[in-house]
């Protein structure tokens, strides 16, 4: 199983001292917040991508390219990868592109995203997310798994005769995760192609979250992928985290009560009893993650938001020393000793899906012989 961060590279500022660092601090913050991820044995980091205030990160594969660089093991990943606002021909060569510099250690996660102004900012409608997330993917994926494409649809210009450059390291496309907040569409996407399905299970209680991935366990099996508990399910979080739980609880509340997202709705209490938010020492963090598995079934991907909200550097990699020195290895161990036979572990490795490439490529060649 995969324990990583992810990040949404917001700028705040810091209630306790009122200062707000500048984009290039936050930036090269975020970096740091990744490289110590791998130092503390985790192994993904994941970036949003952001086209408006108060945030930073409108080009991920930048600053995951400038992290292949600096890294060995760990996993580069986004949050978000704009499907509906990027063109899919720029992801397919951006992402092909960060695989080369990663050495395969790159997959994506495709979204909607949440924030209206951004649709016509790239010359898209809000009203056709669904649509634009259907069709783009569609062209990405054959992108990825054709030299030479033809391609009409809605949203953008027709293609003759492309080929995407570079092309996917080893003739192994990314892996995708499709992620979702509320969307039943999505998870069928996801189920359709047989991809990962990321829920965000930060904003919601269980039983929303519950209900998408159900669906999309169904879809998946309804497609012919595997089975329902076979399926590839990640999920978000967000902790903070003291030794003493009163401590954590008294540290924390000033950022989650000025925070650009929730400050200003539910109290700290009340959103951290109705959603997966956990504030308190690591052993109850342990607790309430073990307990995902029994509201969504075995799954491969733990993300926490561990950096937002004003929080400053040196207490963000505090409390990675902690998930990675208290948190995360009694989770791989209680996972582990959890998990089925013949559920996966995680999400298939690059070389895991370039061995199951050559032997799809054997199958057919054996199958074209026998033909004859």
Do not use: C
């Not at 009203?127 to 997330?133: D, E, F, T, V």
């Not at 003493?244 to 009560?257: G, T």
């Not at 997966?276 to 509201?295: A, D, K, M």
């Amino acid at each position: 199983m995969q324990f990583g961060i992810f990040s949404v590279g917001d700028v705040t500022p810091d209630p306790t001292t009122g200062r707000t660092p500048t984009e290039g601090e936050r930036i090269r913050a975020v970096m740091r917040i990744a490289e110590k991820a791998e130092e503390v044995g985790l192994d993904v980091f994941a970036t949003g991508e952001h086209h408006n205030p108060p945030f930073v990160p409108s080009s991920p594969t930048t600053m995951l390219g400038y992290l292949a660089g600096r890294t060995e093991r760990l996993v580069m990943s986004t949050a978000t990868t704009l499907i509906t606002t990027n063109d899919p021909v720029k992801i397919a060569e951006d992402f092909a592109m960060l695989q080369h510099l990663a050495g395969g250690r790159a997959d994506l996660m495709l979204g909607r995203g949440n924030t209206g102004p951004v649709y016509p900012w790239f010359g898209q409608d809000i009203r056709q997310g669904i649509p634009l997330a259907v069709e783009n993917y569609a062209l990405l994926h054959r992108l990825w798994r054709e030299d030479v494409v033809d391609w009409e649809g809605r949203f953008r210009t027709p293609l003759q005769g492309f080929t995407a450059t570079p092309r996917p390291l080893d003739g192994v496309p990314p892996f995708v995760w499709h992620g979702s907040i509320r969307s039943p569409e999505i998870a069928e996407q996801a189920a359709y192609y047989g991809d990962g399905f990321f829920a965000n299970n930060i904003f919601w209680p269980k039983e929303h979250f519950q209900r998408l991935i159900g669906l999309y366990r169904r879809r998946y099996e309804h497609y012919g992928h595997g089975r329902a508990d076979q399926a590839i399910v990640g999920l978000g979080g967000q902790v903070f985290m003291r030794r003493n739980s009163q401590d954590a609880v008294r540290e924390f509340r000033p950022y989650f009560d000025n925070a650009p997202v929730y400050g200003g709705g539910p109290s700290l209490e009340d959103f951290s009893r109705e959603t997966p938010l956990t504030v308190g020492s690591p052993e109850q963090v342990i607790e309430r993650t073990l307990g995902f598995r029994e509201y969504f079934g075995d799954y491969q991907r733990q993300l926490f938001l561990v950096d937002h909200a004003g929080l400053p550097l040196k207490t963000v990699l505090e409390q990675l020393d902690l998930l990675g020195e208290e948190v995360v290895p009694v989770l791989r161990r209680e996972f582990a000793a959890r998990r089925p036979a013949g559920v996966p572990d995680g999400p298939p490795s690059h070389e895991e899906r370039k061995r199951a490439l050559a032997q799809d490529g054997a199958h057919d060649d054996a199958d074209k012989e026998g033909a004859k």
